[in-house]
C-alpha cells in the first residue's frame, strides 16, 4: 500500500532514478537496493505506469547493469546478479502492461522475477549494510588515532 500522498508515478520516478543513480557509480548496492524495493512494491499495485515510465526504469537498470555486476568478483554471484537486473527489467515492463497481456504469460513468470529481483535486493541490501559497518569501524579507527596523537603531543 502507497504511503499516504505518494502516487504510483512516483514510485516509478523514484525507482528510475535510484537505479540509474547506481548507474552512476556511488553508493552503488545501496541505491540499487532502494530502487528495486520500490519496484518490487510497485508493482504489487493494480495500478499501470505509462510507456515513458517505463522505459526509464529500463533503461536505467540497462545503465546500472555494470555497476552491478563489479559488486561480485565471484562468476556465480555475478551471474546471479545479471539475472537480477535482468529481473528488474521484467518487471518494469510487466508493471506497465494492462492485465489482458499480463494473463497471456505462464504463472510462472512474475513470481521468478520478483524472486530474481529479490535475490538481487538482497545481496545490494548486504553490501550496503556491510559499507556502514565499515565505515563506523574507520570512524572509531580515526578518532583513537586522534586520540593517541592528542596524548602522544601532551
Known amino acids: 500500500m502507497e504511503?499516504?500522498?505518494?502516487?504510483?508515478?512516483?514510485?516509478?520516478?523514484?525507482?528510475?532514478?535510484?537505479?540509474?543513480?547506481?548507474?552512476?557509480?556511488?553508493d552503488v548496492a545501496w541505491h540499487m537496493s532502494n530502487g528495486i524495493e520500490a519496484l518490487q512494491r510497485g508493482v504489487k499495485e493494480r495500478q499501470l505506469i505509462s510507456a515513458p515510465q517505463r522505459d526509464s526504469i529500463v533503461r536505467a537498470a540497462l545503465n546500472a547493469r555494470d555497476?552491478?555486476?563489479?559488486?561480485?568478483?565471484?562468476?556465480?554471484?555475478?551471474?546471479?546478479?545479471?539475472?537480477?537486473?535482468?529481473?528488474?527489467?521484467?518487471?518494469?515492463?510487466?508493471?506497465?502492461?494492462?492485465?489482458?497481456?499480463?494473463?497471456?504469460?505462464?504463472?510462472?513468470?512474475?513470481?521468478?522475477?520478483?524472486?530474481?529481483?529479490?535475490?538481487?535486493?538482497?545481496?545490494c541490501h548486504d553490501l550496503a549494510l556491510l559499507e556502514e559497518v565499515k565505515s563506523r569501524a574507520d570512524d572509531r579507527r580515526a578518532g583513537l588515532v586522534q586520540k593517541m596523537l592528542r596524548g602522544a603531543s601532551a
Do not use: C, M
Open 3 to 26: 504511503p499516504i500522498g505518494i502516487g504510483i508515478y512516483d514510485t516509478a520516478a523514484y525507482a528510475a532514478d535510484e537505479i540509474q543513480k547506481a548507474a552512476g557509480g556511488r
Open 67 to 123: 555497476e552491478v555486476l563489479s559488486l561480485f568478483s565471484n562468476p556465480e554471484d555475478r551471474r546471479l546478479a545479471s539475472k537480477g537486473v535482468d529481473a528488474v527489467i521484467g518487471l518494469a515492463i510487466l508493471w506497465g502492461e494492462p492485465p489482458a497481456r499480463r494473463a497471456l504469460r505462464h504463472p510462472h513468470v512474475r513470481p521468478d522475477l520478483e524472486a530474481y529481483a529479490r535475490v538481487l535486493r538482497n545481496r
